[in-house]
């Protein structure tokens, strides 16, 4: 799930290898989706190789990425994605950093 603060935004899908932290967060043109999207990395994952976060319904949509959607189904399928990307994009318009924090 993605909050901010203590504001619920989406639900999310990613396959797992991101660490909590502290991850800076910028928007940066994605080629493969043809607009800007958030580009995320920190000391462990290099700004070169980072990560993104963009719409998608299931995991083989991710290559790696954080997927979002407004809703999330007990086969872990996505719902509504590009919706909760555009609330995404609206609530850090003016973010420079992300705090990740898994859930077990």
Known sequence: MLYKGSEFLCFTLDPGILDDG???LEMTYSPKFKRELPHIYNSKFHKNRGFRIHSGN???DSNGCILVGNSLTYTFTLLESKKALE???N???EVSWLVITTLE
Do not use: D, F, G, P
């Open 91 to 93: 609530a850090i318009k």
């Open 22 to 24: 502290l991850y800076n």
């Open 87 to 89: 609330r995404v994009l």
């Open 58 to 60: 299931s995991l083989k």
